[in-house]
C-alpha cells in the first residue's frame, strides 16, 4: 500500500538556520513526489515536484529512491517559511494524491 | 485566487441531518477530488472523479456521498451515517494524465453542533 510518512508533527528554527522536512514514502512503483505548503490563512499550494527539479522560494528536494526518501532542504529560513509543509505522492497513470500527516514548520525571528 | 471555490466558508449542522457542501471549478479539469483534513492527520481522501458521471471510492468514503452531472461541480453530501462529521474539507482539481498538480480551493469547516 501506498504511503507517506512525515516524522516531525513540529519543527523550530531560527531565521538563518538551516531547515529539513523529512519525508519518506512506501511505494512499490516509481511515483511523483510533491512538496505542498499552507501558509495562514491561505488554500494549500504546490510548493514544488520532484519531475520539475526546480528551486521555489529557496527550497529544494531531491528523491532519494534508494531511502525512499523525498525531504524538503532549505539552506536559509525565513520567517515567511513558517507554514504547514504536506509532502505527497502520485502513482504513476494516477492522479491520486496520497498525502503525509504534515509537519508545521515554525521560524523564530 | 479564483480557480475553485467552496461554499459555505462555515457550515453548523445539526446531528442527524445531511448537508451538502459545494465545490466548482472553472478550471476546465477533468478531475475533482475531496478531501478531509484533520490535526494530526493530513489529507485524507474521501471521493474522486476523473469525469463527469464517474465517482469512486477514496479511502474514508463512508457516511459521504458525492455527484458529478457538470464538469464545474463536484457537490460532497456529508449524511447523518458520518459518525464524525467536524473536520475540515477541501475540494481539489487537477488535468487528467500523469502526475498533474493538484489545485485547492478555500476549504469549508463543518461543524456538527
Known amino acids: 500500500a501506498q504511503r507517506v510518512t512525515q516524522p516531525e508533527k513540529l519543527l523550530s528554527v531560527f531565521k538563518g538556520a538551516p531547515v529539513e522536512l523529512k519525508c519518506n514514502y512506501s511505494?512499490?512503483?516509481?511515483?511523483?513526489l510533491f512538496w505542498y505548503v499552507q501558509y495562514s490563512r491561505q488554500r494549500l499550494q504546490l510548493l514544488l515536484r520532484?519531475?520539475s527539479r526546480e528551486s521555489i522560494k529557496g527550497f529544494t528536494a531531491d528523491l532519494n529512491k534508494g531511502e525512499t526518501s523525498f525531504h524538503l532542504k532549505k539552506p536559509f529560513a525565513q520567517e515567511e517559511d513558517s507554514a504547514m509543509y504536506y509532502c505527497a505522492l502520485s502513482p504513476n497513470y494516477g492522479q491520486n494524491f496520497v498525502f503525509g500527516p504534515g509537519t508545521r514548520l515554525s521560524v523564530l525571528p | 485566487d479564483g480557480g475553485i471555490t467552496q461554499s459555505p466558508k462555515y457550515l453548523f449542522r445539526k446531528e442527524g441531518q445531511n448537508v451538502t457542501l459545494s465545490c466548482e471549478q472553472n478550471l476546465n479539469h477533468d478531475a475533482m477530488y475531496w478531501y478531509r483534513q484533520d490535526p494530526g492527520q493530513g489529507l485524507r481522501l474521501i471521493y474522486y472523479?476523473?469525469?463527469?458521471?464517474?465517482?469512486q471510492k477514496g479511502d474514508i468514503a463512508e457516511g459521504y456521498s458525492v455527484s458529478r452531472e457538470k464538469k464545474e461541480s463536484f457537490p460532497l453530501t456529508v449524511t447523518s451515517a458520518q459518525k464524525n462529521p467536524t473536520a475540515f474539507y477541501l475540494c481539489a482539481s487537477s488535468s487528467t494524465g500523469n502526475y498533474n498538480e493538484q489545485f485547492f480551493g478555500p476549504g469549508t469547516r463543518l461543524t456538527v453542533l
Open positions: 511505494y512499490s512503483g516509481s511515483p511523483e
Open positions: 520532484h519531475i
Open positions: 472523479s476523473q469525469i463527469v458521471n464517474d465517482f
